[in-house]
């Protein structure tokens, strides 16, 4: 049987999502040498904000409690990236870290998409499909870099 979530947990997600983002890229920002995907991710900082005001408007009209991300794995993310840098700070290698980590986002957000189902609010379904969109064009940009 097919569970349908519904669109405050939609919504949580999608905030947990960019609030994730935003951590990662807080974190890999001070390894990155290179300007021009320093550029790249700066840009993609910017959409994430503005995606998490979003999802934190409709979290509030929605009366949806959002959190931050576990600070377990705010940790975990933190020593990766910390680890994955330590040796290899080049574009390539941020490019593919950055890409595995919103290749996760864009699974995670597909999935919700289809189980949210045709009952999902469109406000909800719009921003879904929209932060969807922006991670699998930033996912493009970032290839350009391997």
């Not at 990662?24 to 991710?41: H, N, Q, Y």
């Not at 949806?64 to 390539?92: C, L």
Request: aromatic content about 4%; overall charge negative; hydrophobic content about 40%.
């Amino acid at each position: 049987m097919e569970e349908i979530k519904s669109d405050s947990e939609i919504i949580a997600e999608i905030y947990r999502n960019a609030q994730l983002a935003l951590t990662s890229i807080a974190d890999i920002l001070p390894e990155v040498e290179d300007f021009k995907i320093k550029e790249e991710i700066l840009h993609q900082h910017e959409e994430y904000e503005r995606i998490c005001s979003e999802a934190a408007s409709l979290a509030h009209k929605y009366d949806v409690d959002v959190k931050e991300p576990n600070p377990m794995k705010k940790a975990m993310m933190w020593s990766a990236i910390k680890m994955g840098t330590a040796s290899d700070n080049s574009p390539q290698n941020i490019a593919q870290m950055m890409i595995r980590g919103t290749v996760n986002g864009i699974t995670s957000l597909r999935t919700s998409l289809t189980d949210g189902g045709k009952v999902m609010d469109e406000e909800v379904k719009n921003l879904l499909t929209e932060l969807i969109n922006l991670e699998e064009g930033f996912e493009k940009k970032l290839k350009a870099f391997l």
